[in-house]
């Protein structure tokens, strides 16, 4: 399976501000996606990215608040915006291997805390 | 509403002492049961894919079975480095995401 990577592994932010986190695959995959993950919570998926197209937004997740791009087959950013404390959690970026039914691979993930 | 319950949130083991983790899901239609391992500050690392009821794979200590619904992660004769949360996800019918479990937390106690 490809190598996929995160930057940063963790931020402290101050509340009103934004983060950009990038997520970077070693090989071409058509579907990316963006989970958040808070402690004794279920992985939440927040938006799915495909390039070419605008992002698919879960229920709850809003594109003027967690804004994605995915400018090319290996590379997808997610920007949180204006942050509040309720923003701190762990931010994932996966990519699935071929059909829908093949599995997610994850990177190490982005811990971000807000003040 | 598709659903997937892991049991127990938490699981004490000695060194050698063989036990199961269990997943239930109810889910309108499977197309793929997944078993992932996280380590602390890790993402999710992928263990195994089930697609369909009577199936089992195997890795090393792990052995991951599948019925209508439910699936078990057996682990036998665990070692301190299995140690680590495991989380069941599923992956329904249609274009609807993968939902995931909360995970079990598992402490291998040499």
């Known amino acids: 399976s490809a190598v996929i990577s995160q930057k940063p592994s963790r931020d402290i932010c101050q509340r009103g501000t934004s983060l950009t986190i990038q997520c970077q695959v070693d090989?071409?995959?058509?579907?990316m996606f963006w989970y958040r993950q808070q402690p004794g919570q279920s992985l939440t998926l927040i938006a799915t990215a495909n390039q070419g197209s605008e992002a698919t937004y879960e229920s709850g997740f809003v594109i003027d608040k967690f804004p994605i791009s995915r400018p090319n087959l290996t590379f997808s950013t997610l920007t949180v915006s204006n942050m509040s404390p309720e923003d701190s959690s762990i931010y994932l970026c996966?990519?699935?291997?071929?059909?829908?039914?093949?599995?997610?691979?994850f990177g190490d993930g982005t811990r971000l805390s807000i003040l | 509403e598709d659903q997937v319950t892991q049991s127990p949130e938490a699981l004490r083991l000695q060194e050698g002492e063989s036990s199961s983790l269990n997943c239930s899901y109810t889910v309108s239609g499977l197309r793929g049961l997944f078993w992932y391992r996280q380590d602390p500050g890790k993402g999710p690392e992928f263990l195994f894919t089930l697609y369909s009821a009577g199936e089992e794979k195997e890795k090393e200590r792990l052995k991951a079975t599948l019925t209508k619904k439910e699936s078990f992660l057996h682990i036998t004769a665990p070692k301190p480095e299995d140690s680590a949360t495991y989380l069941c996800a599923v992956q329904p019918s249609g274009n609807t995401p993968l939902v995931f479990g909360k995970g079990t937390r598992l402490s291998v106690i040499a």
């Open positions: 996966s990519y699935q291997e071929g059909a829908g039914n093949q599995p997610q691979h």
């Open positions: 090989s071409q995959v058509t579907m």
